[in-house]
């Protein structure tokens, strides 16, 4: 039971602000979250409608605990896309269609607290390695498997963030010169062979060219509703098609993983994301399988490659463990 | 001019032991060389008859300076396998097929002077990044195109060798699922596609099957023996065909550059190794191009991707680096 969260004036706010959606979550010092509160972006209303939103989540997790603003210290939040981290700028989000949009100087005017802000799998990894795995891993590696797929590195125990401060664009990472092609419009991509989105176009390929698989029958008309519970739902059900879909991209997961070691042999690989939290039981074996048989012999040996728990709640921890950390 | 080397007491040696070839070079504090001297390896002769002939170039290459084994303070080496750095014992070195070999002790043993030992790959890029670009990339990678592909990584100007001491195997990233065989036993390595080896594996292959070139001729049946040198000369020559594969191994080259960029984001990658060193007016501008071409938008802004001037003295430089840094 977290510490009585009612009269702490030390709280934090982690904030995953997404394409599609954004979540809030109140953490007392020792990182249990206390509150929470989710709602849809609405990116088409443009920069200020969403931050409007941002705020409104905000406000609305401080509530759901009882909780008041006053009692609120920092403010940390992901945002999916190349971050100005100095001045809390977004610099560009394909996905909400920002480019130079202030998040951290509007939101701060909107709540008078300290915001901090960084990319949203850059977040992700910060959550995981130090509310989950207690800052103990030196090198490591955090992949996140959804819609797309990112990543974000630790070195010498800090975030790194390299020179353009993109590092951990692990999505983009060709594995198959000439493969499928991937939204960034490159081919081959890690993102294009093994992410939600590549999993579903090949679903909906094979099924419209006659494949018989049990998603027809659950979704009907409805494949722009699939989520990754669906495909672990098919597989229970003992859709094999569905279940060898998968696995391939558990293998190219593993060949990405195996690449990582090989280049920077970090002691800790995490894997995470809605694909990994749904499916962790379907893809894990086969993904360290598979790394060790393509890491170089020797390179492997003895490195965690693990499933975060964090599951949906990777961001928002991250976000308040960025906010602790630009406090104390 | 250096300095007069012959009344130094502060003299340092650099030793690039290879799979064919050992290089040993002397060199002043200011890491200007002094003296070389070059013998053949003989792998076959096992661990102490290589380490005799290490020795033997060293005193070599103090001779050929007109110096005496005194005026050295310390030796660096660069051995090509896995390095426990902090014992100087060669853990793997699968081109010497040497196993935990204790090269720094044996060799102290013999001459009385401190010896330090690093990867093979590590060294060059310690002695690209110290001697050539004085030091000023933060965050840097080097990429080296022999008969083999290897590379190294500065990561806040410091070398890092990651968990297993491993970093760096980049030859070994997986480029093209499925593509063609690697020594490392997988498939569609970036060794596999790009390196010298995979080059004459790709013209002989097609000689034999009929495919004009002036390589025929310059070396009648002596395919073995063919060096980097005369791809160069038969492009020179007008040979289309050489020309064309030497542009695909540029290619590839540049998406294994895309892919360090996206991952790492470094500030400066630079490419060596014999097969740059003697076609960097055919590759590298394919190279650069291709890196750009594939990095996520973004990325790749004002990162420099460069080929060294060091050529075949990276690894003495680097041994003179190495020992320099450990004697300071």
């Not at 969260?5 to 602000?17: C, P, T, Y």
């Not at 709602?39 to 409007?52: C, F, L, P, S």
């Not at 692990?170 to 890690?190: A, D, S």
Request: aromatic share 4%; proline share 2%; charged share 25%.
């Amino acid at each position: 039971m977290p510490e009585a969260a009612s009269k702490s004036e030390n709280l934090l706010i982690g904030v995953d602000l997404g394409g599609t959606k954004i979540l809030a979550g109140v953490f007392d010092r020792s990182l249990n979250c206390v509150s929470q509160a989710k709602m849809t972006t609405k990116a088409q209303r443009g920069a200020d409608g969403v931050i409007e939103r941002v705020a409104r989540c905000i406000r609305d997790a401080v509530d759901e605990g009882d909780l008041d603003l006053k009692q609120v210290k920092g403010i940390g939040i992901g945002a999916p896309g190349a971050v100005d981290t100095e001045n809390g700028k977004v610099i560009f989000a394909p996905n909400l269609q920002w480019h130079d949009v202030p998040l951290k100087k509007a939101l701060e005017k909107d709540l008078g607290i300290p915001v901090f802000v960084e990319n949203d799998c850059n977040i992700c990894t910060i959550g995981v390695h130090e509310a989950e795995l207690g800052g103990k891993p030196k090198n490591m590696v955090g992949i996140f498997l959804g819609t797309g797929i990112g990543g974000g590195i630790i070195i010498n125990s800090k975030l790194y963030s390299g020179f353009n401060k993109t590092a951990g664009e692990l999505g983009h990472m060709i594995l198959e010169v000439g493969g499928p092609k991937c939204g960034c419009g490159n081919r081959g991509c890690f993102e294009a062979l093994a992410s939600r989105g590549a999993i579903f176009r090949r679903i909906q390929t094979a099924a419209k060219e006659g494949q018989k698989t049990v998603l027809t029958e659950m979704l009907g008309d409805n494949w722009d509703d699939m989520k990754s519970g669906d495909l672990r739902k098919a597989i229970k059900r003992g859709d094999k098609f569905v279940e060898k879909v998968v696995e391939e991209s558990a293998e190219y997961t593993g060949i990405a993983v195996a690449n990582i070691i090989n280049l920077l042999n970090p002691d800790t690989i995490v894997l995470g994301g809605g694909v990994i939290e749904q499916m962790e039981d379907q893809m894990m074996a086969i993904i360290i399988e598979t790394a060790h048989d393509y890491a170089l012999d020797g390179t492997a040996e003895n490195i965690e490659i693990i499933a975060s728990k964090l599951g949906d709640s990777a961001g928002i921890t991250g976000g308040a463990v960025l906010a602790r950390r630009n406090l104390s």
